[in-house]
């Protein structure tokens, strides 16, 4: 069974148009996060949330907006995409709320292409 | 603020051979967690280990060992007998308790040529 799973895998569009990925997670954690990971590889968390509820919120542009419906999913939308959002974006989740303590699980990564 | 650099980018080592990937860390936080992720060419990134601050203890798991030390804030990461499957990028990464913010470095490449 897939821990954290995210969908699409891979997201081609074009700029100006609005996307959403989608993630869930099966492992009855309680925190979740969304990064993004640059073309140089460097990873940078994005957001965070713990019990739907929003926890970490990095200087991100406010077109990228975060949304849990429940706590097993937090799902990405962004507005307007710009050329510059062009990387893979992953979906992680951890057990603990705010403690730092417990690794965190990651899902497969979205790649995203913005032409 | 938390800060991980791990210098070296790419290392490239002949099959069999040990490799060992340097991870320097900054923080001002007593109490706090390293980790260690792999990234192979297919994408995931997969947890390895955790360290807590007040452990320093160090650990081996198969060909993998970690080295903790406090005294010169390194988490250093060998790869014993290195094979083929072990090409990816190594990442080591930082939390401070309560704080689940994960700082990451720039990743190590490592190449094992058959």
């Known amino acids: 069974d897939t821990a954290v799973s995210q969908t699409p895998k891979y997201l081609v569009t074009q700029m100006g148009n609005d996307k959403s990925i989608k993630c869930e997670q099966n492992?009855?954690?309680?925190?979740m996060y969304w990064y993004k990971q640059d073309s140089k590889k460097f990873l940078k968390i994005m957001f965070s949330?713990?019990?739907?509820?929003?926890?970490i919120n990095e200087t991100v542009p406010n077109r990228f907006s975060p949304k849990s419906p429940d706590k097993a999913h937090l799902n990405l939308h962004i507005n307007s995409l710009e050329l510059g959002d062009s990387a893979v974006y992953f979906c992680?989740?951890?057990?603990?709320?705010?403690?730092?303590?417990?690794?965190?699980?990651f899902g497969p990564g979205t790649r995203l292409t913005v032409t | 603020a938390q800060k991980v650099t791990q210098a070296q980018t790419e290392i490239s080592v002949v099959e069999k051979e040990d490799v060992t990937l340097d991870c320097v860390y900054e923080?001002?936080?007593?109490?706090?967690?390293l980790f260690w992720y792999k990234q192979p060419p297919s994408g995931e990134l997969v947890f390895l280990i955790r360290r807590n601050s007040f452990d320093e203890q160090n650990e081996i798991s198969g060909r993998y060992s970690w080295n903790f030390q406090k005294s010169t804030s390194s988490f250093n990461f060998t790869i014993t007998a290195s094979q083929v499957v072990d090409s990816a990028v190594y990442f080591c990464a930082l939390s401070a308790y309560g704080n689940n913010r994960l700082a990451f470095g720039k990743g190590n490449q490592v190449v094992v040529i058959p």
């Open positions: 949330y713990n019990n739907k509820e929003l926890i």
């Open positions: 923080t001002r936080d007593t109490t706090y967690y």
């Open positions: 492992l009855g954690h309680d925190t």
């Open positions: 992680a989740s951890s057990q603990d709320g705010t403690g730092g303590l417990n690794e965190q699980y």
